[in-house]
């Protein structure tokens, strides 16, 4: 069973700077590009960010350039998000989810930036 | 960027009723395109993909149509577990973009 675990979330001050992991089981990680996906309370879905098989190619949401940076390490079957100078319009839920077409999804790990 | 201008953005509608959501895109993204439900507090589940492809384990009773810049959701028959609010995903171009999302509430 394809399995999608996030990690990492919490409260963080604006300005400040957080870790998102995701751990990935039941599919050939390797083998798919990954992309995280956002949800702000009671708003719609904002895609985020994706990375190639091998992490050569990555594209972001014109909002996050600069300030957040997706990685992956294939040997951990894990995908990350690193955030930084964040803001309070970043509070939301993020997702991570396979490519192509984005599923599916994990359960997904909330981040609220609040001073 | 691709913008994704979906309607209605909320409706009203009977258990047995045939709903139809629609997504347009700015520009063409061929067949590109993908369904999600999202109930409350849940994670969206993809119904449909490649705009017309049933996502396994999802009932016949919904369908996609659609390629290039209109594309349609129908649920023929819609059954209580259906009220939920539905979002199309357009991955043929950097970035990736959703649509507004429809509600569809009981009438």
């Known amino acids: 069973e394809v399995q999608l675990v996030e990690s990492g979330g919490g409260l963080v001050q604006p300005g400040g700077s957080l870790r998102l992991s995701c751990a990935a089981s039941?599919?050939?990680?390797?083998?798919?590009?990954m992309s995280w996906v956002r949800q702000a309370p009671g708003k719609g879905l904002e895609w985020v960010a994706n990375?190639?098989?091998?992490?050569?190619?990555?594209y972001y949401v014109d909002s996050v350039k600069g300030r957040f940076t997706i990685s992956r390490d294939n040997a951990k079957n894990s995908l990350y998000l690193q955030m930084n100078s964040l803001r309070a319009e970043d509070t939301a839920v993020y997702y991570c989810?396979?490519?192509?077409?984005?599923?599916?999804w994990g359960q997904g790990t909330l981040v609220t930036v609040s001073s | 960027d691709i913008q994704m201008t979906q309607s209605p953005s909320a409706m009203s509608a009977s258990v047995g009723d045939r709903v139809t959501i629609t997504c347009r895109a700015s520009?063409?993204?061929?067949?590109?395109l993908a369904w999600f439900q999202q109930k409350p507090g849940k994670v969206p589940k993809r119904l449909i993909y490649a705009s017309s492809s049933l996502q396994s384990g999802v009932p016949s009773r919904f369908s996609g149509s659609g390629s290039g810049t209109e594309f349609t959701l129908t649920i023929s028959s819609l059954q209580p577990e259906d009220f939920a609010t539905y979002y199309c995903?357009?991955?043929?171009?950097?970035?990736?973009?959703f649509g507004g999302g429809t509600k569809v509430e009981i009438k």
């Open positions: 990375i190639k098989q091998d992490g050569s190619e990555k």
């Open positions: 520009q063409g993204i061929s067949n590109y």
């Open positions: 995903l357009q991955h043929n171009s950097y970035p990736f973009t």
């Open positions: 039941g599919f050939t990680f390797s083998s798919y590009w």
């Open positions: 989810a396979r490519d192509p077409g984005i599923d599916p």
